[in-house]
Nanobody
Framework: VQLQASGGGLVQAGDSLRLSCAAS????????VGWFRQAPGKEREFVAA????????NTEDSVKGRFTISRDNTKNTAYLQMNSLKPEDTAVYYC????????????????????WGKGTLVTVSS
């Protein structure tokens, strides 16, 4: 599964961004999708995940209530809606996929994921 993340940019604190993760294969609908991020000097961390059919989602506590993960399997695309952005959200955001997974809770470690796209940079100024 080939993935392409997009939608990053430079915004001010309090602004919103929507990241997209587009896949080129129909197998995307069989894959769970996760968003991870990596800030300078820090390890890659889990942000959010969604099951193949979208029924199960999981969001990291620090972004809960601000970030929402969703997907549209008819468009082979997953999204990460980010509201009320904070400077500490500054990072490179990566989307990743894993086949044969049923729940979002099974995709909280980057080692759980099988396919990765190139990241998109999100910079939040104060």
């Amino acid at each position: 599964v080939q993935l392409q993340a997009s939608g990053g940019g430079l915004v001010q604190a309090g602004d919103s961004l929507r990241l997209s993760c587009a896949a080129s294969e129909r197998a995307f609908s069989l894959a769970g999708v996760g968003w991870f991020r990596q800030a300078p000097g820090k390890e890659r961390e889990f942000v959010a995940a969604i099951s193949p059919n979208g029924a199960s989602t999981n969001t990291e506590d620090s972004v809960k209530g601000r970030f929402t993960i969703s997907r549209d399997n008819t468009k082979n695309t997953a999204y990460l809606q980010m509201n009320s952005l904070k400077p500490e959200d500054t990072a490179v955001y990566y989307c990743a996929a894993r086949l044969r997974v049923k729940t979002a809770q099974a995709m909280i470690a980057w080692e759980d994921m099988e396919y990765w796209g190139k990241g998109t940079l999100v910079t939040v100024s104060s």
